[in-house]
């Protein structure tokens, strides 16, 4: 999903879909914090906001305003739910209704406030779909259909990256999309050849992306402006037997905090941060078996928070001091087990947006959870 600048986290707010055992609670109650950790606050059922069941396909930053989540029913309908704190915890918006998007849709917030979907048609391939508030969507056929995609957002707003994997195509593509013109600008092949789980753009220009290479390893490569690759590509675990990229964020001094499985069974994993084409530190994480192990990092480049989640350990919004490698808080998203997916800023004063599923008596359903 695009990643944006962050502000520090005053407010946090985790949404999760999915299926869930237990006595039907959708998390653990409300408990004050201490030390000024942040605290689980409220909960809020997004299916009701669009009178069904759903599922959360991605979530995206407005900045400024409050973060919106992107639902779809799994056949013709899709829908863009704002989610923000309300006096008794958070609250669900419906803003708009979509028509069907494919289950690889990344959402993004222009700077406007128009939504972007880059998503594949099932009839008419790869597509953006800009979607004003109050008037008509506008689609853009990028005339292909990849078996994978990441996008990012410029800082800017005005052109969209994407990296597209496409069967027996040659290596995963890069392009850059002026989104006001609708209009391809530029394509550069992947280096190395493999697919990319996750892009993000640098503070210079460019973009960076995690690739999971033919053989089976995590790499972190550098794109200019141009999309032309810059320095070598960085094993960011070459003492590890695997490599799986996950998550990927990047600080506004340019370093790469990245994530990644370092275990057959995904069981441990491991958060990287790399300088100037270096790898600075290594973090170990334990059960995230579970969890998609994405990441946000503060502005400040200190904290990282990271969803956290495995049937033997406890769901948790984790946050880990990139000096210190320590674990500095963890606030507990399920009362028992969880599926745990992305993560994306929320609004201007700071806080995370998570996604996974608790496991309760209720079924499959999106719930948000309000941390501050």
Request: hydrophobic letters at 45%.
């Given at each position: 999903?695009?990643?944006?600048?962050?502000?520090?986290?005053?407010?946090?707010?985790?949404?999760?879909?999915?299926?869930?055992?237990?006595?039907?609670?959708?998390?653990?109650?409300?408990?004050?914090?201490?030390?000024?950790?942040p605290t689980l606050l409220g909960t809020v059922d997004l299916d009701a906001a669009v009178g069904g069941d759903a599922r959360?396909?991605?979530?995206?930053?407005?900045?400024?305003?409050?973060?919106?989540?992107?639902?779809?029913?799994?056949?013709?309908?899709?829908?863009?739910?704002?989610?923000?704190?309300?006096?008794?915890?958070?609250?669900?918006?419906?803003?708009?209704?979509?028509?069907?998007?494919?289950?690889?849709?990344?959402?993004?917030?222009?700077?406007?406030?128009?939504?972007?979907?880059?998503?594949?048609?099932?009839?008419?391939?790869?597509?953006?779909?800009?979607?004003?508030?109050?008037?008509?969507?506008?689609?853009?056929?990028?005339?292909?259909?990849?078996?994978?995609?990441?996008?990012?957002?410029?800082?800017?707003?005005?052109?969209?990256?994407?990296?597209?994997?496409?069967?027996?195509?040659?290596?995963?593509?890069?392009?850059?999309?002026?989104?006001?013109?609708?209009?391809?600008?530029?394509?550069?092949?992947?280096?190395?050849?493999?697919?990319?789980?996750?892009?993000?753009t640098r503070p210079d220009g460019g973009v960076a992306a995690l690739v999971e290479s033919e053989d089976g390893r995590a790499l972190l490569t550098a794109f200019d402006a141009d999309l032309r690759p810059v320095g070598e590509p960085v094993?960011?675990?070459?003492?590890?037997?695997?490599?799986?990229?996950?998550?990927?964020?990047?600080?506004?001094?340019?370093?790469?905090?990245?994530?990644?499985?370092?275990?057959?069974?995904?069981?441990?994993?491991?958060?990287?941060?790399?300088?100037?084409?270096?790898?600075?530190?290594?973090?170990?994480?334990?059960?995230?078996?579970?969890?998609?192990?994405?990441?946000?990092?503060?502005?400040?480049?200190?904290?990282?928070?990271?969803?956290?989640?495995?049937?033997?350990?406890?769901?948790?919004?984790?946050?880990?001091?990139?000096?210190?490698?320590?674990?500095?808080?963890?606030?507990?998203?399920?009362?028992?087990?969880?599926?745990?997916?992305?993560?994306?800023?929320?609004?201007?004063?700071?806080?995370?947006?998570?996604?996974?599923?608790?496991?309760?008596?209720?079924?499959?359903?999106?719930?948000?959870?309000?941390?501050?």
């Amino acid at each position: 999903m695009p990643r944006v600048r962050r502000s520090a986290a005053a407010l946090a707010v985790v949404l999760t879909a999915a299926a869930c055992t237990g006595d039907g609670d959708a998390g653990p109650s409300p408990r004050p914090g201490t030390d000024g950790a942040p605290t689980l606050l409220g909960t809020v059922d997004l299916d009701a906001a669009v009178g069904g069941d759903a599922r959360l396909l991605d979530l995206a930053a407005a900045p400024g305003d409050d973060p919106v989540a992107l639902l779809g029913d799994g056949g013709t309908r899709a829908w863009l739910v704002e989610v923000g704190p309300g006096e008794d915890g958070p609250t669900a918006t419906a803003l708009l209704e979509l028509p069907l998007v494919g289950d690889d849709a990344a959402l993004s917030v222009l700077p406007g406030g128009s939504f972007l979907v880059a998503h594949t048609s099932p009839t008419a391939g790869y597509q953006l779909l800009t979607v004003p508030r109050d008037g008509q969507a506008r689609v853009t056929a990028l005339g292909l259909r990849p078996d994978r995609a990441a996008t990012t957002l410029s800082p800017d707003g005005r052109t969209l990256y994407a990296a597209l994997t496409l069967t027996d195509l040659g290596p995963a593509q890069l392009l850059a999309v002026d989104l006001a013109a609708g209009v391809v600008t530029m394509t550069a092949p992947v280096v190395p050849d493999g697919t990319v789980p996750a892009l993000a753009t640098r503070p210079d220009g460019g973009v960076a992306a995690l690739v999971e290479s033919e053989d089976g390893r995590a790499l972190l490569t550098a794109f200019d402006a141009d999309l032309r690759p810059v320095g070598e590509p960085v094993d960011l675990a070459p003492d590890a037997p695997v490599g799986t990229p996950a998550g990927l964020d990047v600080t506004a001094d340019g370093t790469v905090v990245a994530t990644l499985f370092v275990s057959d069974g995904r069981e441990l994993g491991r958060l990287v941060t790399v300088v100037d084409g270096v790898v600075a530190g290594s973090i170990e994480l334990d059960g995230v078996g579970d969890s998609a192990l994405q990441v946000v990092v503060s502005p400040d480049g200190g904290s990282a928070w990271v969803p956290q989640a495995d049937l033997s350990y406890p769901a948790e919004l984790v946050t880990v001091d990139l000096a210190s490698g320590e674990r500095v808080s963890a606030v507990s998203l399920c009362a028992g087990a969880a599926v745990l997916g992305d993560v994306a800023p929320f609004g201007a004063d700071a806080g995370l947006v998570a996604t996974g599923s608790c496991v309760d008596g209720d079924g499959p359903q999106a719930t948000a959870f309000l941390v501050g």
